[in-house]
């Protein structure tokens, strides 16, 4: 009984050490595996890279289940890790970590596209390979994926932030999907540039500064430019394209358009034979699949304004002026001198009466006239702006009488009481300039001390030597702090005065003559009408009509 006891008790000893030790080693175990797996994970985290190449022969998943095998290495960026996976960026798909090897993360940036996906997937049930350039990369087993852009043979798909042709079969089916809420471009602007040049003396010709100032306008608004290849896409159908794009052409391609075209950053396209178009300036945008023999297009003149280009950009459909209306549209310029009023003495035939000032100021303002500053009459000469067709430009010479603070102070508050604009043509040698300073009087060049007759009886600056005109103009320029005009004296100009002028970069320069300008006048030659102490309202009706 004794000897059976004692056994009992060794075999509970015994089951007990058992159990101790198997204890002992659960627990061991699940360190071990706890170490082994913690160690496993550090591998992984230590071989992920937001950019990897996945290994020839990799297989794809889609969660947990095998979707596909690539048969060439291809590049990947990665988002996050999942066990022993790695999740490609903005996708639902995975690979294997020990199918992929670390690249260079900057090779992986993509450049972003100007495409927009149609919102169309193209699905099979079946295995469907997928190519880049003619070679076969991936194997799927099955395929739901959204259309990038069709040809006749071929669809193009998006699949893992890349594209891949897939060849179209009875088997593949296009099925509606909302693979984005970008809107695509209804209509893309092609705008036609013949010439860009620094200097222009043809209607088709464009400034580079004015080149320069539409296409940073057009940018500030959204726009941005393509590529030959891209328009050929758009325009067979075969891609949808993001909204606000434009087509740059030229005719004419050099080293000035390869250097614009590298300065703004933008595509400027040369028209290219191999792609047989045949453009039309219709002054209307082009549509995707456009009859390629008749493409529709804006052409730039010398004399479209920002404000047309941009409407063009905007695919409105415009009426562009014709050469001939170019040439037909004037500003009358007006050329005053002194103002005097009721009491006052002034003995020349340009003095005149402030009464009749006002009178004309009130004609202008009441019938909606438009008094151009002197740079939005710059702008108008070089083509740069359009302008309303009731437009004149008032100019005043000198700064005698009534014109200053200092001597009658008739011509600022005039201006201001009828916020009309106006600009003075100041000897700037002769009064001080801030005398004349007002929210609507422009201050430009008459010389700084040449208002003389001279000893060749053509005014002193063109009796004077050019060292001595150009000297004295320069001081002129330093005062008012521009060279945008000049006016000549006595309207009197010689092949010297004028080389000085264009000399000292002036836009412009001033004489008379009693006709209107227009664009096709010598900007250093603009005809003004004097205005005389005889004038009647109804003559001067008759001059700004």
């Known amino acids: 009984m004794k000897e059976k006891k004692n056994k009992r008790k060794k075999l509970k000893k015994k089951s007990l050490v058992i159990v101790l030790i198997l204890l002992i080693l659960i627990v061991a175990s699940f360190f071990l595996l706890k170490l082994i797996n913690k160690t496993k994970e550090k591998e992984i985290k230590k071989h992920f890279s937001k950019v990897v190449s996945l290994k020839k022969e990799s297989n794809i998943y889609y969660k947990s289940k095998k979707i596909g095998i690539n048969h060439e290495s291809i590049k990947l960026s990665l988002e996050s890790i999942k066990g022993k996976y790695y999740k490609i960026k903005n996708t639902d798909y995975y ?36 190519y880049k350039d003619n070679k076969k990369i991936i194997t799927l087993n099955n395929i739901n994926s959204p259309i990038e852009s069709i040809d006749t043979e071929n669809y193009y798909i998006s699949f893992l932030n890349d594209t891949y042709k897939v060849k179209k079969d009875k088997s593949i089916k296009e099925i509606k999907s909302n693979n984005t ?19 222009c003396n043809d209607y088709n010709c464009t400034t580079t500064e004015n080149f ?4 940073n306008k057009l940018k500030e608004n959204g726009y941005y430019t393509l590529t030959n290849e891209e328009f050929k896409n758009y325009v067979s159908g075969q891609k949808n394209l993001k909204e606000k794009a434009i087509l740059i052409n030229t005719a004419n391609y050099d080293d000035n358009i390869n250097n614009l075209s590298k300065e703004l950053e933008i595509n400027i396209e040369k028209l290219e034979e191999k792609y047989n178009y045949r453009f039309i300036s219709t002054y209307k945008p082009v549509k995707s699949n456009s009859d390629t023999k008749r493409i529709n297009r804006y052409q730039i003149k010398n004399y479209t304004s ?49 009464s009749k000032f006002r009178e004309h ?33 008032i100019t005043v010479d000198d700064g005698a009488m009534g014109t200053g603070k200092h001597n009658g102070n008739k011509l600022n508050p005039l201006l201001e009481e009828y916020e009309l604009n106006a600009t003075l043509f100041l000897i700037t040698g002769w009064w001080d300039i801030e005398n004349y300073r007002g929210n609507y009087l422009d201050i430009q060049s008459h010389t700084n001390d040449m208002h003389q007759y001279g000893t060749c009886g053509r005014g002193q600056i063109n009796c004077y030597s050019y060292e001595e005109a150009k000297a004295d103009v320069q001081k002129s320029i330093d005062i008012i702090g521009n060279d945008d005009s000049f006016c000549f004296p006595f309207y009197m100009t010689s092949e010297r005065s004028l080389k000085v002028i264009k000399d000292l970069g002036f836009k412009l320069s001033f004489i008379g003559g009693n006709i209107s300008a227009k664009r096709t006048n010598d900007k250093w030659l603009i005809p003004r009408y004097p205005i005389t102490s005889d004038i009647t309202l109804n003559q001067f009706i008759d001059i700004v009509n």
């Open 306 to 354: 920002v404000e047309d280009v941009l409407k063009m950009a905007n695919g409105e459909e415009l009426k562009q002026s014709t050469d001939n209306e170019i040439n037909r549209q004037s500003v009358p310029v007006l050329n005053y001198h002194f103002f005097y009023a009721d009491g006052e003495k002034c003995g020349e035939a340009i003095c005149l009466n402030v």
């Open 181 to 199: 809420k970008d809107k695509a471009a209804d209509t893309i602007s092609v705008l036609f540039y013949e010439f860009i040049s620094d200097s």
């Open 212 to 215: 320069k100032n539409t296409i």
């Open 361 to 393: 100021l009130e004609y202008l303002k009441n019938n909606n006239f438009k008094t151009l500053t002197m740079e939005e009459f710059k702008k108008w000469m070089y083509g740069e702006i359009e302008i309303p067709s009731k437009s004149v430009l």
């Open 95 to 130: 690979v294997y970590y020990k199918d992929t090897k670390k690249e260079n993360e900057n090779e992986s940036e993509k450049v972003t596209s100007n495409y927009v996906v149609f919102n169309k997937n193209i699905k099979s049930n079946k295995k469907v390979d997928l």
